[in-house]
């Protein structure tokens, strides 16, 4: 047998809490199934593949889907299968002998790969599920049989499922009885937070590791493709900027890899990102004109499909007022929360014509509007602030404090009801509300900040009596450092600067 080779990659950094949660796993003796599932580039592949390095690996990866001759699902799926095929005979030095079976069904391809799992200490690895079974719930079905006759027997045995859909990845795994008991062997992986940026970065400050982790998100591949610019900013433009770069090219790769054909997918996203917010029916009619309201847009369902799917994504997130007591309100909002979508459709989208057309190539940085940029940095802040709300309970000392965190909003309803916008605030069991100012050291601090909050504040107690009487406090989440802050520490009961986001002490390592 000649087994899946991985080399043990010096720069792999983090992913300490997973990579203990494989260990407790792997410690039973018990045959596992592990499903781990996230967007695209966000470094499933590397945790995987590093951590099982030294066992033997039987690896087998999903094609794209075939989408040019647009074949049949069971062509589609014969294609697959075969691919499959084709890389056990590379594995086992049987390729002449497989080379010419042609088979049709999953089933088959399981009984011919038995043989080699069945009493061996082996990593059974299916990557990208979703191209694997093109959608189709196939896969799973006909494995159900060989895992409860045989494989689950195996005590060394381990198989690990991967998908950069998430949708589809937890349906399937959670809606099929033979697997639905081993859910806590189900791995979300996100992208890395700040201090696992700053480790990868670590050659870069703090306040370019931040401007990577606003504009990157802390995805693995976007990091790697940046670290070693002169600058953050550099490497983005680099890589933005000239024909046909990194970043320019690789919005559609994370829609096709991540989710189906539905075109609404991306237009939903390109919406919120030129927008700060919406409901529901303001991007309903953005992307669907024409459309009646109840009309299926979504080939499972309704328009609420799509938008579940891009949140479980971390594409887009909902969040609603605090003070509201169901989900469903019609006060619920969405915004875009994928950091490098927001920076592709704000930057890059709007010049790929003068891209390609080789207008940035002398100077990439020229394709970047400083100004824009530092504005949507601004909300780029805010959107990681809410993002990161519990590491700043941490830093404010009452992290196990029980609360609700979010953005608090309202709109006017009566002619004396204004309508106004905290953008984070804290509501604790104990009867105290923090609420947050978030600034960005690219803008200044507004001389009638402290006025504007406490307008705020008052309007808060005034149109919500429930919390009237609780103790309100202020907080300052700045990039600027600690001696301009300084001038504000009489007004706020808590200011965060450089030092406490980049302490790891207030991070879950």
């Known amino acids: ?85 084709r890389r056990l005979g590379k594995y086992t030095k049987k390729e002449t002998e497989y080379k010419y079976l042609q088979i049709d069904e999953w089933s088959a391809f ?85 201090i696992e940026i700053n480790a990868f970065l670590s050659q870069k400050g703090p306040r370019e590791v931040l401007l990577a982790a606003l504009t990157t998100g802390g995805v693995c591949e976007y990091l790697k493709q940046i670290k070693d610019a002169p600058s953050i900013f550099t490497g983005l433009c680099k890589k933005s900027f000239e024909p046909y770069s990194f970043f320019s090219i690789e919005c559609d790769k994370v829609f096709v890899s991540s989710l189906s054909e539905n075109r609404h997918y991306r237009k939903i996203v390109e919406f919120l990102s030129k927008n700060k917010y919406a409901d529901r029916n303001e991007i309903y009619k953005a992307v669907v004109p024409g459309k009646k309201k109840n009309e299926k847009v979504a080939p499972g369902g309704s328009f609420t499909v799509l938008l579940d799917d891009l949140e479980r994504l971390g594409f887009i997130s909902k969040y609603f007022p605090l003070t509201c007591t169901s989900d469903n309100s019609l006060l619920v909002r969405y915004c875009i929360d994928d950091e490098y979508l927001q920076f592709y459709f704000k930057f890059i989208k709007p010049k790929v014509r003068q891209i390609n057309a080789e207008k940035f190539i002398h100077n990439p940085l020229s394709g970047m509007n400083n100004r824009s940029f530092s504005i949507s940095m601004g909300f780029a802040f805010e959107r990681w602030c809410r993002k990161n709300e519990i590491f700043l309970a941490r830093m404010m000392n009452f992290g196990n404090v029980e609360y609700k965190a979010g953005a608090f909003f309202n709109r006017s309803t009566t002619s004396n009801m204004p309508g106004f916008q905290i953008d984070l605030m804290y509501i604790r069991k ?80």
């Not at 796993?25 to 966000?42: H, L, P």
């Not at 990866?61 to 299968?81: D, T």
């Not at 504007?452 to 149109?463: H, N, S, V």
Request: charged share 30%; proline share 3%.
């Open 430 to 509: 104990d009867h105290r509300i923090i609420v947050c100012e978030i600034k960005y050291h690219d803008v200044n601090i507004r001389s009638n900040l402290e006025k504007e909050i406490t307008q705020k504040i008052e309007l808060f107690r005034e149109y919500n009596e429930k919390y009237k009487n609780y103790t309100f406090e202020k907080a300052l989440i700045t990039t600027e450092g600690l001696n301009e802050a300084q001038s504000r520490r009489d007004f706020f009961d808590y200011v965060i600067t450089y030092d406490h986001l980049f302490d790891k002490a207030n991070y879950f390592m």
């Open 110 to 194: 399981f009984e011919i790969l038995l043989q080699y799992v069945l009493n061996n200490d082996v990593i059974l690895y299916f990557e990208e599920l979703q191209w694997l079974t093109n959608y189709q719930d196939s896969f799973l079905s006909e494995l159900k049989p060989f895992w409860d006759d045989d494989l689950r027997k195996n005590p060394k045995l381990r198989i690990v499922i991967s998908g950069s859909a998430p949708s589809f990845i937890v349906g399937q795994f959670m809606s099929n009885s033979a697997f639905y008991n081993r859910s806590e062997n189900l791995i979300h992986l996100k992208p890395l937070n700040l």
């Open 1 to 85: 047998m000649k087994y899946y080779q991985v080399e043990k990659n010096p720069h792999f950094v983090g992913r300490n809490y997973w990579w203990k949660h494989l260990q407790e796993i792997d410690s039973k003796n018990e045959a596992s199934i592990i499903v781990i599932y996230g967007r695209r580039r966000v470094g499933k592949t590397e945790l995987i593949e590093q951590f099982f390095r030294n066992r033997k690996i039987l690896k087998f990866e999903g094609l794209q889907p075939n989408r040019k001759g647009k074949l049949s699902p069971q062509k589609e799926k014969k294609r697959q299968i075969n691919e499959c095929l």
